[in-house]
């Protein structure tokens, strides 16, 4: 029977992959409960805590350290891209620079006439990247996720740089 350790940083990432976790679960949960379209954004701000969230059974299984290193720079970078994301989505919102012009439709039927395909086009609801639809303390989703990212990133390299300092004393 393996005999699991429970290091500082195998808990730290535990929490952070939760973390992940439960911000993608919220950010889904209010959209549901308060009927807000997601934005081409907000759906791209939620794949690297989805990643990050899958970083965790990994870390879990694999006991060599270098297998453990790869994963927290996986992590690492998870937060960097969720934090970028996030980031240039709140200035979106802010107003600082243009956001995505193209819109989409998830229909593609081609059996449509152009009076149809023009009804349905203009039927169809288009969620805007720099429109805020709901706010929590002052803030967006994008606004909390760009925090929110940022301190989970710097958690991710506090354990990258524990886990290098361990390697190197051990050594």
Not at 139 to 145: C, E, G, I, T
């Amino acid at each position: 029977m393996k005999n699991y350790k429970l290091s500082t940083e195998n808990i730290t990432v535990t929490l952070l992959s939760l973390g992940s976790l439960t911000l993608l679960l919220l950010a889904i949960g209010i959209g549901i409960i308060l009927d807000l379209q997601a934005c081409k954004l907000c759906l791209y701000a939620r794949w690297p805590h989805f990643l990050a969230f899958l970083i965790l059974p990994l870390y879990q299984i694999y006991e060599f350290i270098i297998y453990k290193v790869i994963l927290v720079i996986a992590g690492t970078l998870t937060m960097v891209a969720s934090f970028l994301i996030s980031g240039y989505h709140s200035g979106v919102e802010l107003k600082i620079w243009e956001g995505p012009t193209d819109c989409s439709t998830s229909s593609t039927n081609y059996d449509l006439s152009v009076d149809e395909l023009l009804d349905q086009i203009l039927s169809t609801p288009v969620t805007r990247c720099d429109e805020v639809p709901w706010d929590f303390l002052y803030l967006s989703m994008a606004n909390w996720n760009t925090i929110i990212s940022l301190i989970f990133l710097i958690i991710w390299l506090r354990i990258l740089n524990k886990l290098l300092f361990k390697r190197v004393i051990n050594f």
